[in-house]
């Protein structure tokens, strides 16, 4: 059986109970319902102020911004959800150093929560290298659901995994 990439580091009940889903094609369904809302954001222009709304809301006093562009290339496992490994630390120690926030394409067509999700993991990371505690208090300072919407951003990257 293929792993699941995006769920690797939870308990083998979540996976199977992911599986079942999966299988009775009832994922993206469910998914499609929870997170109706679709997001307006298409250019690097209009991503570049919606990420500086959020950091002037949330966090002014950190570094300016640079570059904040839509990237076909990234992988958002490597490079925003690698919670569980050290990649996270050389992947946010390029971010601070650069000040420049990178988010991977496929949340372009995805729901306005899990971009917005992303924009504050990525935002957290100009003040914390690390996925410690301190990160995920601001994560959650400026989003109060973002470990579910961490998680259901796996189940969401799941779907679009099994459907190709
Ligand atoms: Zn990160």
């Known amino acids: 059986m ?5 769920l690797a580091g939870y308990p083998p009940h979540v996976q199977e109970r992911v599986r079942e889903l999966i299988e009775q094609d009832r994922l993206g369904a469910m998914l499609a319902d929870k997170y109706a809302q ?17 950091k002037d809301r ?16 990234l992988q958002v496992m490597k490079h925003a959800l ?3 490994t050290a990649i996270s630390r050389v992947h946010g120690g390029k971010l601070k150093a650069s000040r420049e926030i990178r988010i991977a394409t496929v949340f372009r067509d995805a729901p306005a929560e899990f971009l ?28 109060p659901d973002y470990h579910q919407l961490e998680f259901d951003l796996r189940l969401f990257l799941t779907h679009l995994d099994a459907g190709r």
């Open 82 to 84: 690698g919670t569980h």
């Open 38 to 54: 679709a997001h307006a954001v298409r250019s690097d222009g209009q991503l570049y102020e919606y990420v500086q709304a959020l």
């Open 116 to 143: 917005k999700m992303i924009v504050v993991h990525e935002l957290a990371h100009m003040k914390e290298t690390d996925h410690n505690k301190a990160f995920y208090q601001l994560c959650t300072h400026m989003e």
């Open 2 to 6: 293929e792993p699941l990439k995006y």
């Open 58 to 73: 949330h966090m002014r006093k950190a570094v300016p911004l640079g570059k904040v562009v839509y990237d076909s290339k």
